[in-house]
């Protein structure tokens, strides 16, 4: 059994046993997991909260796709999973262990569901695509929601990152979706539609999931908004969710927007859909000037 093929063994055993976890934050997920686990572990204790378990404590079928999938590690005498599995409505989704501490972590948490949610509220810019792109796909939730929106639509999910390109491929599988993965850091040229949820925080690892680059984190945002405008068709769409710093009541990442559409380049409309997300980051030296992180749901169009 291939790498592959056993990891959608995994979800599919766990499909079977209606499994269902959410995923929070890592400040969220760190205070939990602090906590003294009352009884043995179950499915959400192993696969969601990723926390440790004797080999007799999870179903032999199981086990077995794991150590197919090089999945498993030793944990203080116990087995620990190097997966995650979170759920959004019907689907599952494969990504990494806990702590996301790699450069090569693929995340998932509560900004996926925001950004399926935002992308959700835009359908109607979807329905009609001839080729959406989800740039940065990460586990690919997005593009996988998206696809399953627009069926008729060519659906390619792109990342930097070899390791989400490999998940976001089971996951897609899994999903039942028809989408292509592709490893780059660049917009496609002709597509009708881009979605995005870039990295946007100031990360002094330089982690390529969370690391959003200068510009308080709007960098790398930015910088895709840039190249979509240049990659689009004509009259093309680019659904961008994102966080941006608020210094002093602004947003320097919106200043830069307003002034590509003040340039007559687009057509932007920013919406705040939470005014807070990542306080404590808050207490890093490098956030020092920063008020707020808020999450925008920005709507692109692309003016002839």
Known sequence: MTREDALLALLGELRSRDYRFTCVTPATHQRVIARRLQGEPILRDIFGWNRPFGPDQLAPEILVVLEQADCV?????????????A???????????????????????????????????????????????????GSGAGGIVAASLAPSARMELIDINPAAAELAGVNV????????????????????????????????????????????????????????????APDGTMLLYTGAAII???????????????????????????????????????????????ALGIRISKTS
């Open 73 to 85: 590690e030793q944990a203080g005498g116990q087995l620990r999973s190097r997966v995650r599995v």
């Open 87 to 137: 759920s959004l409505d019907d689907h599952l989704f494969l990504h990494s262990s806990y702590p996301t501490d790699s450069a090569e972590a693929v995340f998932f948490g509560p900004d996926t569901y925001r950004f399926v949610s935002f992308i959700r509220a835009h359908s109607h810019d979807l329905r009609s695509a001839g080729q959406i792109v989800d740039m940065g796909a």
């Open 173 to 232: 599988t899994f999903a039942g979706v028809a989408a292509e993965v592709a490893l780059s850091d660049t917009v496609p040229a002709g597509c009708d539609v881009v979605i995005a949820n870039p990295p946007y925080m100031i990360d002094l690892d330089h982690r390529a999931y969370r690391d959003g680059g200068s510009i308080f984190g709007g960098e790398v945002a930015l910088r895709w908004v840039t190249q979509a405008l240049e990659a689009l």
């Open 248 to 294: 002093d009541g602004r947003s320097p990442l919106c200043d830069r927007l307003h002034s590509l559409s003040g340039q007559g380049k687009a057509d932007i409309r920013i919406e705040e859909i939470d005014p807070d997300v990542f306080g404590e980051e808050l207490d890093s030296p490098v956030y020092r000037d920063v008020e707020r992180i808020a």
